[in-house]
């Protein structure tokens, strides 16, 4: 059962045995496309085609962050105009600081729509996920989670 949860939260497009890190050398490129050998076991070079983000995945995450960001954004925007626009012709004065915090807000939800779209969009590339990606947002939330635990245990 662990085999099998481990390969479900394993990313469609991750390699599938983790790969040491080679020795540094100045001559040596950073990316190989032939497979070399260790004295102690044989390790695969990736390339970044196989390391890169799937073209269906990188559209699906641009789309989301387009609405998540966008749509705040825009509001943010319309905020702004809207107030000019209710000042000069209306006569009506909104408060600057209710004017501010208001598009602050906007902004605000612009910038982690940002983080939204990213986290919300399926890594699956077979898999379109759902219109919100709540449950694809807590998967990838896990996987980035998970990644930051093991970097920060091969730094310690």
């Not at 950073?30 to 799937?54: C, F, G, H």
């Not at 990213?118 to 996920?129: F, M, N, P, T, Y």
């Amino acid at each position: 059962m662990p085999a099998e949860e481990s390969e479900r939260s394993r990313l469609p497009f991750e390699p599938k045995k983790k790969r040491q890190k080679p020795a540094k050398a100045p001559s040596k490129p950073a990316v190989q496309l032939k497979e070399t050998e260790t004295s102690d076991n044989k390790q695969r070079m990736y390339t970044k085609q196989e390391m890169a983000i799937p073209e269906v995945v990188s559209q699906r995450m641009i789309r989301r962050v387009a609405a998540f960001c966008g749509i705040p954004t825009a509001l943010g925007i319309t905020t702004l105009v809207v107030s000019y626009l209710l000042a000069i012709y209306s006569h009506i004065q909104l408060p600057p600081i209710a004017v501010l915090l208001v598009n602050m807000g906007f902004f605000g939800l612009g910038v982690l729509g940002i983080t939204y779209g990213v986290l919300s969009a399926s890594w699956d590339v077979e898999r379109e996920g759902s219109i919100l990606g709540l449950g694809e947002l807590s998967t990838n939330w896990g996987r980035m989670v998970e990644g930051w635990r093991e970097t920060r245990q091969k730094k310690a």
